[in-house]
């Protein structure tokens, strides 16, 4: 049982190789509720790669999963979700011909008598939405209808369908307008306040820094760093994110500096002994 200091997901030195390529290696995250997880990196870090293994669409070749107190294996996206692990991939994969109550209950539709239970559904669709706030004008109207934000706010609702307790967005802001982007932060904040682990896999450093509790940097399929958001500035997530603090100019830089104090201070040691 999960207390409210204790992860409900962790993952322990997580790799995976796809042929000769090492996607992730050693990799450890910590998700705990009601608790917002940023997962940041750059191109080619391991983030997607991370964030399938969590949602059952890779296994991993080495490591261990513990959720919510026990030791699991996901073998697949369905028994992810069975746990409580939902997931809101960036393309959303909402149906823009069919309206919101469709799209929020598809593949897990409510039945009564044999036949779809469209009164239950829309109910419990209008509860969904007013729990979370969200500004949609009606359930009935086609996602096609709907704004950018709006459609992110679909695609997040239908993954707490199934009462998650981890809920993953990968890149909830891409491609929104200011409006848009703040209404979906919103977002992430409620679902942090129903006590759910939110993990949320962005590139934009004001989002990750707006709502994140930590933040975790993944470099070249590695764990880069680890920071608490009061802890870290832009300049220093940037500099984890890229590896500026590892790269030749840098080095070279920090040895020339070294270089040029160590003469000095031999430089000291000979006028001093002069003066003596």
């Not at 999963?65 to 692990?85: C, E, H, R, S, Y």
């Not at 239908?158 to 982007?181: C, F, H, I, W, Y």
Request: aromatic share 2%.
């Amino acid at each position: 049982m999960v207390t409210a200091n204790a992860p409900v997901l962790t993952l322990t030195g997580i790799g995976k190789r796809f042929g000769a390529v090492q996607a992730l290696s050693d990799v450890s995250i910590e998700v705990h509720p009601g608790e917002v997880v940023a997962l940041v990196g750059d191109n080619g870090a391991g983030k997607s790669t991370l964030v399938k293994i969590m949602a059952g669409v890779y296994q991993a070749d080495e490591g261990h999963m513990v959720f919510d107190g026990l030791p699991v294996t996901v073998n697949g996206p369905k028994q992810a979700q069975a746990l409580g692990i939902a997931t809101v991939f960036q393309d959303l994969a909402l149906c823009d011909n069919l309206d919101v109550v469709a799209n929020l209950y598809l593949g897990q539709e409510l039945s009564s008598a044999g036949t779809l239970d469209e009164v239950e559904m829309e109910k419990q669709s209008w509860e969904l939405l007013r729990q979370l706030s969200a500004k949609i004008p009606s359930v009935r109207i086609p996602i096609a209808s709907l704004s950018g934000g709006q459609r992110q706010t679909v695609a997040i609702a239908r993954s707490l369908v199934g009462n998650p307790k981890v809920v993953m967005l990968d890149e909830p802001t891409a491609a929104l307008g200011v409006a848009q982007t703040a209404e979906v932060l919103n977002l992430v904040e409620r679902l942090r306040s129903r006590g759910l682990g939110v993990v949320l896999i962005s590139h934009n450093m004001a989002d990750v820094q707006a709502v994140a509790d930590r933040i975790y940097v993944l470099r070249l399929g590695r764990n880069g760093a680890e920071f608490k958001i009061g802890d870290v500035t832009t300049e220093q997530l940037v500099a984890a994110i890229t590896g500026a603090s590892d790269n030749v100019v840098t080095q070279r830089a920090t040895r020339v500096h070294d270089e040029s104090a160590a003469t000095q201070s031999r430089s000291i040691d000979l006028d001093e002994g002069e003066i003596g």
